[in-house]
Structure formats: C-alpha cells, structure tokens
C-alpha cells in the first residue's frame, strides 16, 4: 500500500508514525549541528516546509523524549551519521511558532502573546516538580501559566523559561524560533507596527542575545528585516537568504527528491507539466521545487493542475504593494508577464516599514516572498544585482489575477470586455468612447495624484497582456522617443486584423469630458 501524502503537515511525529511520505530532510540536523553560529536565522517562502524541519529538530534534540523518539529515524539519512546521533535526545528544547500570531489590534495581539507563553510554559509544567527550581522561579513561572503577568515579564518569558530547563537538566537549551516574523507583517498590515516591534524586539532580544542558557538556536521566517533591530547586538548570528548557500537544500523540494516522488506515485509522465507549474526557484544555485503546490497535485492528480501555493494565503501585502507601485514598477510587470526578466539591485536585509518606500525594496521583498525568482546573481562591491523573472505558472496566474481584480475595481467586466472587443473587431469610434471612460475612471485609482497618466497607460498594457494572449501577441514600447509606436496587437490568426496604437498626452483632462 502506497504511503499517504499529509498536506500541510508540520508535526514530525506525527507524520512519521502515521506512514505518510516524508521527503527525507535528515541532514538538516547536522548541516545545523557543524554550522560555527550559534544563532541561524534562514528565511524562506512560506509553505516551503520551515515548521515541519523545525519540529524534527525539536524531536531529534529533546531530552524529555529520548528513547521514545529514536526509533523516529530509524531509516532515514541522519541515522548513517554516526558522531550526530550522538547528540540524539540529549538537550532540553524549547520550540515555539508565531504562525498563527495575526491579529487585527495591537491589544488583541498582546493577548495572543500572552495565551502564546502560557501554552509554551504549559509544555514544561513538569518543571513545578522540580527541587532544583526555588519558590520564586516556580511563583514567576505559574504567573505566566495562568496569564497574570506584565509586559516586562512577558517580554522576558522565553529566556525565563530556559533559565528554568537549565537548572533543572544542567544542560543548555536547543531554541527553535518558527516564522518570527508573522506579527511583523500583520502588524504593519494592520497598522499598528509600531507598538507591536517593541514587544517582539524585545522578547526576541531577551531570548538570544547574550542569554547564557542557549546552546544553539534555528530561527525561521519570510525575511530577515534585519534592521527592525530585532537582532542588534547578536554577533554571533548568521542569516543565510535564499540568496546564501548555507541550507540551500533543506526546504523546499530538489529536483533529485522529485523524481523519486514521482516515480512513487506513478506520476513520471506529468514531469514537464510539474516542473512548468511548480519548479523555478533557484536558491543559491540549487533548483527547488514549491513543496506545497507539488504535494497537493501529487494527492489529487486526477483534478489536475492548478495553483495551490497562491491559493494557500491572501496576499494582502503583496497586493498592497503592486498596486500602489510607479509607472517604473508596471512597466517591468510588463516585461515580467511576457516571460522575460529584469536586472534589480536587490537587498535581502530588508525593513518591513520601508518595503514600500523604494522599487528596489518592493523586488526584494518579491523575491524573498517566492514570488520572483533569480536567473542570475552578480555580487558587486558586496552588493547583489539579480536577473529576476516570474518563477512558474502558477505564479504567473498570480499576477494575472492581481491584474483583473484592478480592473474589476474601476470598470465593470462587462464594459472592459466590451472595449477590447471593439478594439480588436475595428470598430474604433466604439472604442474609443469607452477607453475615454476607462481613463477618466482610473486616473484616480492608478494615479492618485491624477498626474501622472502613463501609469494609467501602463495598466491598460498590463490588462491587454493579460485579456489578449490568448489571441494576439501585445506590444509594448517602454521606451520613450519620436517616431515608435506605443502598442502593437500581433494576431496569432492571420486571417484577423493587426492594431497599432498611438497614446498622446494632453494638458488639460477636462478636454476628455
């Protein structure tokens, strides 16, 4: 009987025992174990697997759980590495996730911290047995179970805890941090960043800088936004992007593990179609396949293809930014949906409260988010220039939905349909109307200041790509000068007409009405 694919496991344990299919990620634990720093911190794409490594990490290293958790590995690669089996079941652990830490007030979200701790300290209740904790340290740790406790406490909790494991086992702490950075961007989706990086900075801070009681700590999220100043002060941190070879095979799918994925589950001939949909990442000059979207299509085969990734999570800030973006901004969404590339300075240090305040910030973010990828990186004077492009299908489907929903938001379907087809059957004065309507109605959604009409030009382009590639190529001179035309409608059918189209700017908007 073949083995089961869990979607959206990220319990270790329970996915071993329960005899689902596990790509085997082993060697994490000791690429972690010879890795010099004692803090990592390696963002990821979300859904790329970030939870379920840090579980097994949690599982290899707890002492609490030893010999009932060995017989976890027994079979998979870690167990052929004899001096890190060692190391198996021999450290106090302590794992905790801000995944689900979205809130839509800064008040809600300090309530969710503090239900957060009490949970975490309830893991580790055993300790209040402990001769080795004296009344205070048990009074102090009660406190937090039962949510009776200040922000300064609060903020203090994680490395209060791990002073506790310490005294109790007299042994240093494995910490497992997991997606630090959801609150970061809830909060500042949400508008309340600023009260909200105080109190994370400073939980975070009190955890691993200069805490005695860690012996190694993993640290996962989207990004680093290392001058939130989360981390300031740690020099013993090492962050390693996508952009860093450190750990460039541990999340996500290689091309190695999915052919024998396929080959399991009998999916070899639909390899083309999988790599077209859901390959495309390259960290750090490894090939890797979107785990979630492959495993979902792998489960229901027989629905077909279609783009699970994207469909996992609303997007909200990715949406937030695209559509503010500058004429600069659409105009390389242009390039990008005719499936070529872009050259981009790119910062994989970015801060979320300025992600919107440059395009290079606004790529970045792209980037490291999983909704672009590298075909090149040059670093020059210390500093990466990439050669970006969209990544796959189902990532392009994206971006074509994104698109269609500016247009829902300005123009009814009905009439930008209508408009289009006027276009392209010839029956010009027709359209011409309704294109007088569609500027008028989208200089204040595209152009906020009405100053700027290009950008309105730019998203007529942008939705022509998108509404006509079916049926035509589209044309679009980016480029500035006498004598070239705007936009050019190649049909794929010869027997249909061809369109060139001249955009002129006027000094007076009201001559439009």
Aim: overall charge negative; hydrophobic content about 40%.
């Amino acid at each position: 009987m073949l083995k089961r694919i869990q979607i959206g496991a990220s319990d270790f344990k329970d996915l071993i025992e329960g005899n689902n299919y596990f790509v085997d990620k082993t060697l994490l634990i000791k690429e972690f174990i010879e890795n010099g720093a004692k803090i990592i911190l390696t963002p990821r794409p979300r859904r790329f697997g970030k939870t379920l490594n840090l579980s097994m990490l949690r599982y290899f290293f707890d002492i609490r759980t030893k010999e009932e958790t060995r017989p976890l590995f027994k079979g998979l690669k870690i167990e052929n590495e004899k001096a890190i089996m060692t190391l198996q079941g021999e450290y106090p652990v302590v794992f905790i996730t801000f995944k689900n830490e979205k809130y839509l007030t800064y008040e809600d979200f300090k309530d969710g911290i503090t239900f957060l701790m009490s949970t975490l300290y309830k893991e580790h209740d055993y300790l209040l047995e402990s001769d080795k904790l004296s009344s205070i340290d048990k009074k102090d740790f009660t406190d937090i179970v039962e949510k009776k406790v200040s922000i300064a406490s609060l903020c203090n909790g994680i490395s209060t805890l791990m002073e506790c494991m310490y005294k109790h086992y007299g042994k240093k702490v494995m910490l497992f941090i997991d997606e630090y950075d959801v609150p970061i961007q809830e909060g500042y989706l949400r508008g309340y960043y600023n009260e909200m990086i105080v109190l994370i900075r400073n939980l975070l801070t009190s955890a691993l800088k200069d805490n005695q009681y860690v012996e190694k700590s993993l640290i996962t999220g989207i990004l680093r936004v290392a001058k939130e100043s989360i981390f300031s002060g740690l020099n013993n941190l090492e962050v390693n992007t996508i952009l860093r070879y450190s750990f460039n095979d541990k999340f996500g799918f290689t091309e190695t593990e999915i052919d024998e994925l396929s080959k399991y589950y009998n999916a070899e001939e639909n390899m083309s179609s999988i790599k077209k949909w859901y390959n495309g990442y390259i960290f750090s000059g490894e090939i890797i396949y979107n785990p979630w979207s492959v495993l979902n299509y792998i489960k229901s085969m027989n629905e077909g293809f279609m783009p699970y990734w994207i469909n996992s999570s609303s997007n909200d800030l990715i949406k937030k930014i695209l559509i503010k973006g500058d004429i600069e901004i659409k105009q390389d969404l242009e390039t990008l949906i005719e499936g070529k590339t872009i050259y981009k300075r790119i910062d994989d240090t970015i801060v979320m409260a300025e992600v919107e305040d440059s395009n290079e910030n606004i790529w970045s973010f792209l980037l490291m988010s999983g909704y672009l990828k590298t075909v090149k990186t040059d670093l020059i004077e210390g500093i990466f220039n990439c050669e970006l492009k969209i990544p796959n299908k189902e990532v392009l489907i994206f971006y074509k939905r994104l698109i269609e929903k500016w247009f829902q938001d300005t123009m009814t379907n009905q009439k930008y349909e209508l408009m289009l087809n006027m276009l392209t059957s010839g029956e010009i004065e027709i359209f011409a109307g309704l294109f007088q309507q569609f500027v008028i109605s989208n200089l204040s959604y595209f152009d906020v200041s009405g100053t700027e009409p290009e950008r309105v030009y730019h998203a007529f382009v942008l939705g022509m790509l998108i509404s006509l590639s079916e049926k035509y190529e589209v044309k679009s001179n980016k480029e500035s000068g006498y004598g070239r035309y705007d936009v050019m409608l190649i049909p794929k059918d010869n027997s249909k007409i061809g369109i060139v189209l001249e955009f002129k700017k006027i000094d007076d908007f009201k001559k439009l009405l």
